[in-house]
């Protein structure tokens, strides 16, 4: 028995033009409204992100000077600089996202590779889960109550703890992500040619997802540039010029928590300055990382 219909025998609405003629004037009434909710919701959207971003342009430059990279903090009206804090930052973001990273990587080649559908590594997951929602300010008071009280007072390790435990969750998501998209069958073709497995997943896998795992890195690195409360608790900030990570070190997001609120306002244009300072440099690491990996490609 045939299943087809004819245009005769088809159900509903359809056999009436009027009917059809409303139901497409009422679907399109409906398309507009949505589609203007979302022209709306975007343009709010890049509304406040384009507001922020010429207050903070326009600020930064305004307070931007040779001496805000020449000069240490000085006093209020001493026309001072944020020398300390940017390197303060560069340290220890450096030597955080280096300990971390290295760690996650393996942690997330470990969860794709060697433990799919296990419960450790569904525990593990568990965990780099939580870490990666946590309130920063929890790491610092972990990291505190770990490092800095034991040894007697604030240092940059301290700090350079707290930021690799900050960046670990992201690589460790990023990088299983990218193995899990890795066919199967690349696998299967590359341990068929008698390499081993360790080989395969860091001559191949690795290769294959480099891209994806050098974005996390640069979310990681996003991420930790602006952190503030996690080194409030550790490094503490540090108004003179040190390099020695065995005590209290200065960074960008501290001296812009304390500058900001400040009623002097040479502080206030610094604090200006370091936000720009910091949104221009996650900035140039986006670009960098993108231009690289579209020379190797």
Known sequence: MSLSLTAGMVPGPRKDPAVAAALGRRRKRADRIIRSLCVAATLVALGFLASILFTLTIRGFEAMSPRVFTHITAAPGSEGGLLNAIVGSIIQAALGTAIGTPVGMLVGTYLAEYARGSKFGNLVRFVSDI????????????????LVLPFGGFSGWAGVAALAIIVIPVVVRTTEDMLNLIPNTLREAVIGLGAPKWKMIVLI????????????????VARVAGETAPLLFTSLG?????IDLTKPMASLPIAIYSFAGSPFE????????????????????NVLARAVLSGRK
């Open 238 to 242: 540090n108004n003179a010029w040190s």
């Open 266 to 285: 040479d502080w206030i244009a610094l604090a200006w300055a370091g936000a720009l300072l910091i949104t221009l440099g996650v900035l140039g690491l």
């Open 131 to 146: 870490l990666l929602s946590a309130p920063s300010i929890l790491i610092g008071l972990f990291v505190y109550q770990i």
């Open 205 to 220: 896998c690795w290769r294959s997802a480099m891209s994806g795992i050098i974005t996390g890195i640069l979310l990681a």
